[in-house]
């Protein structure tokens, strides 16, 4: 399983929910978080088959741009 972090503009609960039904269909994340807190608004995947071009790909569907930031 890795831990992907990324760097979004998904600033508070409505672009939460804007996003959960984007990522909660992707077959492979088996959690993820947004730290809307964090200055850089971090998203966190926990995934063992999605890659993070496919992530960032989903995001920019829903309206949201990412960046990768860590891969563990």
């Known amino acids: 399983m890795k831990s992907l972090k990324f760097k ?5 609960s409505g ?3 804007k996003v959960t039904p984007y ?3 992707v077959k492979g994340i088996s959690k ?3 730290d809307t807190a964090n200055p850089m608004k971090i ?4 995934t063992a088959a999605v890659t993070p ?3 960032t790909g989903i995001l920019k569907t ?4 990412a ?3 860590a891969d563990k």
């Open 8 to 12: 979004t503009n998904i600033n508070c």
């Open 15 to 17: 672009c939460i929910a």
């Open 23 to 25: 990522l909660n269909e």
């Open 32 to 34: 993820w978080e947004v």
């Open 43 to 46: 998203l966190t995947v926990e």
């Open 53 to 55: 071009a496919e992530i």
């Open 62 to 65: 829903a309206g949201y741009n």
């Open 67 to 69: 960046e990768l930031i």
